[in-house]
């Protein structure tokens, strides 16, 4: 088992290219929109932009534990946070939850997003629907470090 | 029924694995990291407990 990626048939990450003087080189057209389409799928799809740079096991990892935290927020009838005028908190909450990608819309489509305060559970739900979008949002910049070869 | 303890240490596990996950690339020193993290948020959180407990009023 290759230790260092969760999983069996992981490829090493590739250094990134260097030039004769030992600069790094810039990354080409095709090399850009790799990272690209990679960051934007682990903000889409928890653990994806992992999955897609060939980390298999780090990516369903964290795909389990960001859409359990979020979805269990929810069955802990947390709230899922949306913009609310008025109340400038709410756009930074906001901004933090849509970290979890399309989890997040479609929770509020779903309406899924307006949680209990009766409940017991209220603020614990709170805090893993918030804290699942954060922590996507370290793992997108974890991808983007996959992706161009630093990690 | 409601366990606030044991939501506290599934939310303290769940950030410590992710976390210990992205800052250790072997399993084992990531699996030791994200244990230490967890222990920190619950030991941390128990303790800030007891001492609101001192200063309520």
Same mark, same amino acid.
């Given at each position: 088992?290759?230790?260092?990626?969760?999983?069996?048939?992981?490829?090493?990450?590739?250094?990134?290219?260097?030039?004769?003087?030992?600069?790094?080189?810039?990354?080409?057209?095709?090399?850009?929109?790799?990272?690209?389409?990679?960051?934007?799928?682990?903000?889409?799809?928890?653990?994806?932009?992992?999955?897609?740079?060939?980390?298999?096991?780090?990516?369903?990892?964290?795909?389990?534990?960001?859409?359990?935290?979020?979805?269990?927020?929810?069955?802990?009838?947390?709230?899922?946070?949306?913009?609310?005028?008025?109340?400038?908190?709410?756009?930074?909450?906001?901004?933090?939850?849509?970290?979890?990608?399309?989890?997040?819309?479609?929770?509020?489509?779903?309406?899924?997003?307006?949680?209990?305060?009766?409940?017991?559970?209220?603020?614990?739900?709170?805090?893993?629907?918030?804290?699942?979008?954060?922590?996507?949002?370290?793992?997108?910049?974890?991808?983007?470090?996959?992706?161009?070869?630093?990690? | 029924?409601?366990?606030?303890? &044991?939501? *506290?240490?599934?939310?303290?596990?769940? /950030? +410590? #694995?992710? !976390?210990?996950?992205?800052?250790?690339?072997?399993?084992?020193?990531?699996?030791? &990291?994200? *244990?230490?993290?967890?222990?920190?948020? /619950? +030991? #941390?959180? !128990?303790?800030?407990?007891?001492?609101?407990?001192?200063?309520?009023?």
């Amino acid at each position: 088992m290759n230790s260092s990626d969760f999983s069996a048939h992981t490829p090493a990450p590739e250094p990134p290219p260097v030039a004769d003087d030992g600069t790094p080189e810039p990354a080409s057209a095709a090399d850009s929109l790799r990272v690209l389409v990679s960051c934007v799928l682990a903000w889409a799809i928890p653990g994806l932009g992992h999955i897609a740079s060939g980390r298999v096991g780090r990516g369903i990892s964290f795909a389990l534990i960001v859409l359990s935290l979020f979805f269990g927020g929810i069955l802990l009838h947390g709230k899922v946070y949306r913009p609310e005028p008025g109340e400038p908190l709410t756009y930074l909450a906001a901004v933090g939850a849509a970290g979890v990608g399309l989890p997040y819309v479609i929770a509020q489509k779903a309406g899924w997003n307006l949680g209990d305060i009766r409940s017991q559970s209220y603020e614990y739900g709170n805090t893993f629907t918030l804290v699942a979008g954060l922590l996507n949002l370290l793992i997108v910049l974890d991808a983007y470090d996959v992706a161009t070869g630093r990690r | 029924m409601h366990s606030h303890f &044991l939501y *506290m240490v599934l939310f303290a596990a769940a /950030v +410590g #694995t992710v !976390l210990g996950a992205m800052l250790r690339s072997e399993v084992l020193q990531a699996a030791r &990291l994200a *244990m230490w993290i967890t222990m920190g948020l /619950v +030991g #941390t959180a !128990l303790a800030l407990a007891w001492a609101m407990y001192f200063i309520s009023p």
